[in-house]
């Protein structure tokens, strides 16, 4: 078991050291998925840091994600952009993965966005389309809150009933009926799979059955830290493909890749006009 003192101390230290090279603090995170880290690029005069020079953060080996802290404004709002995340098929323990929402809260972080891109598993909606999480099912017993906990970020057993913030989502749904994006933005759940390797058809038919609308390999870690730290949480779901068994198409990174480089500047759109109502 890791110990707890431990931990707390590493994790101070880390935020310590941003905190020494950073103008002022953020109030909002984002954290971004597969092929949405251009959206890192419009902070005017950003602030960087790469993971691997902040003192015990975990190394990003995802592809397309560039493993950099970027700090500024969005919308004129103070922000820490998280370009590029931590995945369970990397080799990680579901333990480390609760780090980087909790440096991000000791960061003096309020809210957090989580975006990332993942299967469409619904078959009257279309790929490109944004869902906006109201709800996930991981079906792995293990957790980013198993362990040693730290009482300083949160109580040992935390409610899940409203992990994703009713309050964001109703923002995000008018913000997007402003932008004209109502017929492509939907509310749905996120349904969590280990990876890297996707899902084959048998798993997607099980998924659909079980009440999931989309498909992916991260998120739920990082809301369910955020849960415990009392952080309020707004996830969004780029649509980069329909799920396996529901095309004739092979599925592929490359395909998730320029279907985000696609639709990422929606997405973004979408982000900088919730970020400005914050």
């Known amino acids: 078991m890791r110990d707890p003192e431990k931990l707390w101390a590493d994790l101070q230290e880390a935020a310590h050291y941003i905190q020494t ?18 959206l890192a690029e419009q902070i005017p005069h950003p602030v960087r ?19 950099e802290f970027v700090f500024g404004r969005l ?54 389309d944004i869902m906006l999480i109201s709800d996930h099912i991981k079906l792995m017993g293990a957790s980013p809150l198993r362990g040693a ?4 970020l949160g109580v040992r057993f935390p409610d899940s009933s409203t992990i994703y913030t009713p309050q964001l989502r109703t923002l995000a749904l008018e913000t997007a009926a402003e932008l004209g994006q109502s017929e492509t933005t939907h509310e749905g759940v996120y349904f969590f799979m280990p ?22 390999m991260s998120t739920v870690t990082e809301a369910i830290t955020a849960a415990q730290c009392g952080l309020p949480v707004l996830g969004l779901s780029l649509l980069t493909n329909m799920a396996a068994g529901l095309s004739s198409t092979a599925l592929s990174e490359e395909e998730v890749t320029l279907s985000g480089q696609a639709s990422g500047a929606r997405m973004a759109a979408l982000l900088q006009a919730i970020l400005a109502k914050l």
């Open 21 to 38: 090279k950073i103008p002022e603090k953020p109030e909002v995170g984002l954290i971004l998925g597969s092929a949405l880290g251009p």
């Open 49 to 67: 840091l790469a993971y691997q020079d902040v003192p015990h953060m975990l190394v990003s080996t995802a592809p397309g994600h560039a493993g």
């Open 75 to 128: 919308a004129d709002k103070p922000v820490v952009v998280m370009s590029g995340r931590f995945h369970y098929y990397e080799g990680y323990d579901f333990e480390d993965l609760a780090q980087p929402v909790r440096l991000l809260k000791l960061l003096g972080v309020k809210t957090l966005i989580l975006t990332n891109a993942a299967g469409c598993v619904r078959t009257d909606w279309q790929a490109n």
């Open 149 to 152: 906990n730290l009482p300083q």
């Open 195 to 216: 990876g890297p390797q996707y899902e084959t058809p048998a798993e997607i038919r099980a998924i659909q059955l079980l009440g999931g609308d989309a498909v992916g």
